[in-house]
Structure formats: C-alpha cells, structure tokens
C-alpha cells in the first residue's frame, strides 16, 4: 500500500496527538518507535521528492 505524503502528514499528526493523551492506552515505546519513524520517512520523501510527484510508473 502505497499513501501520498499528506496522508501520511495526517497519520503523524493523529499518532503525535495520541502520544500527547495523558491517558492514553497506547503509550510506550512501540508508539514512540512509530512516530521517530513516521517522522523520519517525511523527512526522506522532503529530500528525496521535494516536488511530492510521488511514483511515476509509465
């Protein structure tokens, strides 16, 4: 499953306001883990496709 750089800006967003719950039932190191690397992979796709042209398979 491939998802375009906003949705995967929405994911982060939802995963960080999750983190940020006080009583939250997800807290802990997995959901800590996913953030850094959800933070990381729009990081690359900045770098790599600053345009966000996304995959172009013709």
């Excluded at 999750?18 to 190191?29: I, P, R, T, V, W």
Aim: aromatic content about 6%.
């Amino acid at each position: 499953m491939i998802l375009s750089r906003s949705q995967k800006q929405l994911i982060l967003s939802i995963l960080k306001s999750e983190q940020n719950k006080l009583f939250s039932k997800y807290h802990g190191k997995l959901l800590n883990r996913t953030v850094e690397d959800m933070e990381q992979i729009l990081r690359n796709e900045m770098v790599n496709d600053p345009e966000d042209k996304g995959l172009d398979y013709k």
